[in-house]
């Protein structure tokens, strides 16, 4: 059995292949703008040997100490997306169910769907909020896993404590989890996994630090668990690089000046966006983001995001169509930016606006998707 969720047009394909070499400013990857190596200091005696599983003490150190805790409850990954990869295989088993929500990112219904979990992919309210209601009456005696990502890609909204706590308690009613995926968070010390063994949090160098080459990332939570991931990634990647892992605890040990870049950029780049989006009015509709690198835009003019992100990029602007993050009707830009490469990609979106006939009757909601509000998503 099996439902049709988006899977028509993943964003393998938009970005890899339909995108790959036609732009030159990208406002579609949702990671604040990348830093050069030049900026960091490259250790010239490291051995390039293998690594430690785990990843390195230092590192891991560096990693438990955002949220206050110990290097035990942490294991460096390849990236957030082996995080998240390694937990779903250790976590699930055959006929278990996971639930998360859409607008979102892809891996969170694909992965669980081929480890055969029967997974209940429920859309966010017309705020682009969980809709508790709806979670409770999907909710079966085997929920093992509930995924949300906060602050949520592509939205740029943010769980709420009280939320995320009654997901917590839901899931953890039936032996599970509560998996948050935080890339976008740079207070990973309020985090809803400190102190609670039924919620986990994967995060990264990728989206608020500029560094998605790295290619480092990390799982927190219960020592148990995240001993399994190690044990599991002798199937998958084995070790991180040790130089990469090197940069990382660089980057790290100085955190508050990667903080203030991200705050620059996101600050000065979200003002520039807000000025932008007012001059189109009836064209679109900014949600406004909760400390994100990136907004969502609901394009009111009847035209498929699809087929808008088509148009801009032959203006040679990358965006993120919804129909590739599981939603319709809107874009993802990412607007942490230097402002000079920011106003040209938006003075370049500006033309293909005017192609576009206004709506003179707008929504007065916006829908995250026009379907069914809950489809199940199994393996065949």
């Known amino acids: 059995m099996s439902a049709g969720i988006s899977t028509e047009y993943p964003m393998r394909r938009w970005v890899f292949e339909d995108a790959a070499g036609r732009y030159d400013i990208d406002l579609g990857d949702s990671n604040v703008q990348c830093r050069q190596l030049a900026s960091l200091v490259v250790p010239a005696d490291i051995e390039l040997n293998y690594g430690m599983d785990r990843g390195t003490q230092r590192l891991r150190e560096l990693i438990a100490e955002q949220y206050g805790d110990r290097a035990d409850s942490v294991t460096v990954t390849h990236g957030a997306q082996e995080a998240l990869y390694l937990l779903y295989n250790v976590l699930l088993r055959p006929g278990d169910q996971v639930i998360t929500f859409r607008p979102g990112w892809p891996q969170s219904w694909a992965v669980p769907a081929l480890l055969s979990a029967q997974v209940d992919v429920l859309d966010l309210s017309d705020d682009f909020t969980i809709d508790m209601d709806a979670v409770r009456a999907a909710a079966r005696p085997n929920l093992r896993l509930v995924v949300v990502n906060t602050p949520c890609n592509p939205t740029g909204r943010r769980a709420g404590q009280h939320e995320l706590a009654a997901l917590a308690d839901l899931v953890g009613g039936t032996g599970g989890y509560l998996l948050l995926d935080e890339e976008y968070s740079l207070d990973l010390a309020s985090s809803a996994a400190v102190g609670n063994d039924r919620v986990l949090s994967v995060s990264s160098l990728s989206k608020v630090y ?90 009111t003019t009847g035209e498929s995001a699809l087929s808008f992100c088509r148009r801009v990029l032959d203006a040679g602007v990358l965006l993120m169509p919804a129909e590739t993050l599981g939603g319709q009707g809107g874009v993802r830009l990412c607007f942490a930016r230097e402002q000079r490469e920011l106003a040209e990609g938006l003075r370049r979106i500006d033309a293909v606006l005017q192609s576009v006939p206004v709506d003179r009757d707008p929504p007065t909601t916006m829908s995250p998707n026009h379907g069914p509000g809950r489809m199940e998503y199994v393996s065949r």
């Open 210 to 299: 500029g560094l998605p080459g790295l290619r480092v990332g990390w799982l927190y939570g219960p020592p148990t668990v995240v001993a399994a991931c190690a044990d599991r990634k002798h199937l998958t990647s084995i070790s991180n690089s040790v130089l990469c892992e090197a940069l990382a605890c660089e980057v790290l040990a100085d955190r508050q000046f990667y903080a203030a870049e991200y705050h620059r950029l996101t600050g000065g780049g979200l003002r520039l966006l807000r000025d932008w989006v007012a001059r189109h009015p009836g064209k679109l509709h900014l949600l406004p983001p909760d400390g994100t690198p990136f907004a969502w835009l609901e394009l």
